[in-house]
């Protein structure tokens, strides 16, 4: 399984970035996820999308973030808005193929003014 990532960069406090990820290989539509990873911290959830679209979201980005995804394309989709310089991170694609996790290479999203 790979996954592609794509759309993180610099936005301003308040505004709004839209991160989608690719998966391509062996991928049978388990689930798909996004998680990020802040300077000195650790890896951690920001969303999850079930192939029937049940979603999990981290207490932080609750009412802000939306997780979409697209069985037919194998894509999965981050909208972000009302973005705080909290956000700042690395933000990964992550899928899930029976017990084993893939990873995307990861995306920059800096959120400064």
């Known amino acids: 399984v790979q996954l592609q990532a794509s759309g993180g960069g610099l936005v301003q406090p308040g505004g709004s970035l839209r991160l989608s990820c690719a998966a391509s290989?062996?991928?049978?539509?388990?689930?798909l996820a996004w998680y990020r990873q802040a300077p000195g911290k650790q890896r951690e959830l920001v969303a999850s999308?079930?192939?029937?679209?049940?979603?999990v979201y981290a207490d932080s980005v609750e009412d802000r973030f939306t997780i979409s995804r697209d069985n037919s394309e194998n894509t999965v989709s981050l909208e972000m808005n009302s973005l705080k310089p909290e956000d700042t991170a690395v933000y990964y694609c992550n899928a899930r193929v029976g017990s084993k996790d893939y990873w995307g290479q990861g995306t920059l999203v800096t959120v400064s003014s």
């Open positions: 999308i079930t192939k029937g679209a049940s979603t």
């Open positions: 290989g062996m991928f049978n539509g388990g689930g």
